[in-house]
């Protein structure tokens, strides 16, 4: 169930993720491998301005740090033409000496217990997020370090709004729509933004609602994953689908949700037209750009679900930077200087400075810097609080299924049950699941 952005969504997702990449390579620094006792290490990652730039700023700060060792960048394509690029490369051993990835189940594709370094023994893993190092871990160990910040399956909601109203931060399904009902009575404002025009953005009371589906139930990823757990037939998982439908029954979305796009509503929620907006943190850097007035007026939290003290945050993790097994000698050493300076408050600095972080780090004692947007900065308790926040579910299992936006359109346009929806689903990622040979499909 991987969270696939539509086009849009990429651009303005693209400074949270390290997969979205093309080909060409720079270099930092002066020093050649092997000259004077100096070394180059080549760095893959994405493409995107924003990748580009953070690998820049990473590079120079460690040369600056370690001035006998050089960072040159390179870059390789997105989507499926990018993993190829990455499985071929290892297969064939002309991997650079390190290189950002997915983690998750594309990770666990890249067969890591054959292809790369294990982390283990380094020092600084016990620094790392628990949440982060299950996505990169096989066979208990682990391979990779975060590179950027969580991103949140959440409600970013207007804070002059809930002021003006005097409401509170809801942690029950009971509690949102009690405020949704009070929002839509003072007049002018919708209660709920959607945005259909841009169908990615449909699903965050599913895909977000994953922690509250794992509290109530945590053995659900694991059946599911064997197919003995159904969206239409688990009481949990159906909620998110029920949520959607809810929302819409009460009227609680805007008047254009069905042609509303992402532009749209950030706009509304920024300029108070809008309450609430369930959708991705990674979204917050876009409207704080555009809207600066964001960064103190909106906020944010996690889906509410049935049991306030089980509330939580669904979160997605950052990419992982990894060490292939060809990097060997003098250069082994280097790259693990180089992912130790990754995994530590010096590395999360250097990115602060690249650009503004779009969720908390994955390692302990690092800062989001004192002039992050105020939904993000509402993120860290969760993270902070054990038992408050936890992965979503395309970390936890390879079943997926190609058409959940569209479905999730269909029931939060009325046009489709809930159920009906949830069993549509169970459908759609059965025939994803056959294709990848899973047990018991």
């Given amino acids: 169930m991987r969270f696939r952005p539509g086009a849009s969504g990429l651009a303005l997702l693209a400074v949270c993720s390290l997969t979205l990449a ?28 924003q990748d580009v730039k953070e690998g820049e700023q990473i590079a120079k700060d460690f040369h600056g740090k370690f001035p006998n060792i050089t960072v040159k960048l390179e870059t390789r394509p997105a989507g499926s033409e990018g993993d190829n690029i990455v499985k071929t490369r290892l297969s064939t051993g002309d991997m650079p000496d390190v290189f950002a990835y997915n983690t998750g189940s594309l990770f666990q594709a890249i067969a890591p217990q054959k292809n790369l370094v294990s982390l283990n023994d380094q020092p600084y893993i016990k ?44 942690k029950t399904w009971a509690e949102f729509m009690a405020n949704n009902a009070k929002i839509k009575a003072a007049g002018g404002i919708a209660p709920v933004i959607q945005t259909y025009g841009e169908t990615w ?45 809810a929302v819409h029954d009460a009227g609680y979305e805007n008047k254009d949700f069905a042609s509303a796009k992402l532009p749209d509503g950030l706009k509304m929620l920024a300029t108070g037209k809008g309450a609430h907006y369930p959708i991705l943190s990674g979204v917050v850097a876009n409207m704080v750009a555009t809207y600066p007035d964001a ?18 945050l669904t979160l ?31 590395g999360c600095d250097s990115q602060n400075k690249a650009g503004a972080p779009t969720g908390p780090y994955a390692v302990k004692g690092c800062s989001l810097g004192n002039d992050v947007p105020q939904a993000i900065k509402d993120m860290q308790p ?24 569209q479905i999730t359109v269909e029931v939060g346009s009325g046009i489709r049950k809930a159920k009906d929806g949830a069993a549509r689903y169970d459908d759609d990622v059965k025939k994803q699941a056959q294709q990848l040979g899973l047990a018991g499909w």
């Fill in 22 to 49: 093309g080909c060409s390579a720079g270099s930092l620094g002066s020093s050649d491998s092997g000259g004077n006792g100096s070394i180059e290490l080549t760095y893959l990652i994405g493409n995107q301005d």
């Fill in 127 to 170: 620094d790392l997020d628990d949440n982060f190092k299950k996505t990169v871990t096989a066979d208990n160990q682990v391979y990779g370090v975060p590179f950027g910040g969580f991103m949140g399956g959440a409600v970013l909601y207007n804070i002059p709004v809930y002021k003006k109203l005097g409401l509170t931060i809801p």
């Fill in 201 to 245: 953005t449909s699903q965050l009371f599913v895909l977000g609602d994953f922690h509250n589906v794992s509290a109530a139930d945590p053995s659900f990823a694991d059946d599911y994953t064997a197919n003995k757990a159904k969206y239409a037939t688990n009481p949990a998982a159906l909620k998110g689908f029920e949520h959607t439908e």
């Fill in 295 to 312: 960064a103190k007026n909106v906020g944010l939290f996690a889906l509410p679900g049935d049991d306030a003290s089980k509330n939580g």
């Fill in 316 to 346: 997605w993790t950052p990419g992982g930077v990894y060490i292939p097994k060809t990097t060997t000698g003098d250069k082994l050493d280097a790259a693990k200087k180089f992912l130790a300076f990754i995994a530590s408050p010096e």
């Fill in 382 to 405: 969760y993270l902070d609080k054990p038992g408050a926040s936890s992965l979503a579910l395309e970390f936890l299992s390879p079943v997926k299924g190609p058409s959940l936006e």
